[in-house]
């Protein structure tokens, strides 16, 4: 049986049920990278030039891990999802940069999608992809519409339950995800309910956050996350803030926090990559949406190799403390 392997990173969080069911569909095996480590992002960071953001370096560790463990790695590139709305461009080179900088590498597998292109050449890359299993265009076609469906259940379970993409997998696979696990919290011992903003591949990995979610759903605190919220939600907040979205996941970042800032959250996190050109941009047009509204607070985290886990855990400290004061205040004023 061919192993297919995908590297537990970047755009792992938003596709891997989808990918995992297309290829088993087609009789191949999915090998998934490990959790991320110290010693994986040491050898991703090591192939690659310094300023690259911090994502891309794990990413090259994910590959250097998976070597020898799989036929081919799978490395798309996902250059626009919707129309005229581009992917950053360290998506559109994945394939191109993996081969030059682990040449050791198993081949890889790397379609090109572009909705951009139309249906027919959309049509023509997942067939392509395919016929590497299969001479049969039907079995692809079969193997293409069950991905999707499970692309959207996957999609529901985050959005209608309120899952986080790893528990959502977790629910999909039954294979424990990495993140620790809380305790579910009490309802009525809920101190304030925060919502984390930013791509999947920094929120959900933990490694990389230093388990931010873990560390506020243990200080007792409900956490919101940009996948929560309906496809709707998050690109009619996008659109009241921006007008129109350039970057094909601007809803993570922009959509998010300006529902969250508006609606349903005491505190607004927003995490990002050093270095990354798009969320500098998007995050700072958050920022200024939440000076301008001045009703919900909102930090922002910078993360990088060399981000200090106590430096999180003090600035993470800080802003509940302000956020649990103000919410005391709050409670005063009414009664
Ligand atoms: S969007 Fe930013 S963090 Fe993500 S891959 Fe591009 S540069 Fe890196």
Redesign the pocket.
Known sequence: MIKIGIPRA?LYYQYYPMWKTFFEELGAEVVVSPPTTQAMVASGSSRVVAD?????KAFCGHVLSLIEKCDYIFIPVIRSVKRKIY?????LGLPDMTKAVIPESPPILDTEIDINRGKRELYQAIYQLGRRFTWNPFKVRQASIAAWQAHLNYHQLMSKHGLTPPQAIERISGTPEAEPKTNPINPTSIKATIAIIG?P??LYDEHINHRLIYRLEQAHNKVLTPEMLTTEESESATTKLVSKAY?T?EGEVVGAGAHYLADRADGVIGV??F?????SLMMDTVHRRAVRLSTTPFMSLTLEEHTAEAGIVTRLEAFLDMIYRRKRKQIEVCV
Not at 52 to 56: D, G
Not at 87 to 91: A, H, V
Not at 275 to 279: A, Q, S
């Open positions: 970047l690259t953001c911090l994502p891309v992917n950053c461009s360290k998506f791509h591949y920094l970057w996941y990002m990559a270095g990354c050109g798009p969320d």
